[in-house]
T-cell receptor, first 116, second 114 residues
Framework: AQTVTQSQPEMSVQEAETVTLSCTYD???????LFWYKQPPSRQMILVIR??????QNATENRFSVNFQKAAKSFSLKISDSQLGDTAMYFC?????????????FGQGTELSVKP | KAGVTQTPRYLIKTRGQQVTLSCSPI?????VSWYQQTPGQGLQFLFE???????NKGNFPGRFSGRQFSNSRSEMNVSTLELGDSALYLC?????????????FGPGTRLTVL
């Protein structure tokens, strides 16, 4: 069975600074996808970034980038130039690659506070 | 495109009752998944429907059921409600984009069982 672990329950960062959220996972699969979702106080789950395991290049989306280390089973999220609107719960998620759909397996989340 | 919509947004029920939650996916998405979010257990997968068929199922008792209609809208039903069923229920629709099956979530239905 796959598991996802986020070891930082809470983090804070000053506005405009950079913060890195950690995520590790355990799987015996070779083909899979990894995601970061954010859930602000509105509770709407929003996709931040995704990574295909077969791609060596780390995914980036504007101020958000990942450090994907497949051998170490690590998938951290870096937020640059943090903004107040980045305050949210961040979830790391794993999905096995399949042509039969799939389920997301989530970590427990990291609550990020961006301070002015 | 309009996002995933869920109705109702809030529900209060009493133990023993049953409840039906509705989810309308993003136009063109044929897969709908349901998740339960609680403070203690986090986010847990309930089931996934594709083309009106349950394709994947999580580890929840038979009191939790769902269905999908020909227009891809989905409903989930919880019978004989228990206090522990109080949770945020999230629906996600998905499509394969660039080879990646990506799920997009609705705003959720907050269910409170008294």
């Amino acid at each position: 069975a796959q598991t996802v672990t986020q070891s930082q329950p809470e983090m804070s960062v000053q506005e405009a600074e950079t913060v890195t959220l950690s995520c590790t996972y355990d799987t015996s699969e070779n083909n899979y996808y990894l995601f970061w979702y954010k859930q602000p106080p509105s509770r709407q789950m929003i996709l931040v970034i995704r990574q295909e395991a077969y791609k060596q290049q780390n995914a980036t989306e504007n101020r958000f980038s990942v450090n994907f280390q497949k051998a170490a089973k690590s998938f951290s999220l870096k937020i640059s130039d943090s903004q107040l609107g980045d305050t949210a719960m961040y979830f790391c998620a794993f999905m096995k690659s399949s042509n039969q759909g799939g389920k997301l397996i989530f970590g427990q989340g990291t609550e990020l506070s961006v301070k002015p | 495109k309009a996002g995933v919509t869920q109705t109702p947004r809030y529900l209060i029920k009493t133990r023993g009752q049953q409840v039906t939650l509705s989810c309308s996916p993003i136009s063109g998405h044929r897969s709908v998944s349901w998740y339960q979010q609680t403070p203690g257990q986090g986010l847990q997968f309930l089931f996934e429907y594709f083309s009106e068929t349950q394709r994947n199922k999580g580890n929840f008792p038979g009191r939790f059921s769902g269905r999908q209609f020909s227009n891809s809208r989905s409903e989930m039903n919880v019978s004989t409600l228990e206090l522990g069923d109080s949770a945020l229920y999230l629906c996600a629709s998905s499509s394969v984009f660039g080879g990646v099956d990506t799920q997009y979530f609705g705003p959720g239905t907050r269910l409170t069982v008294l």
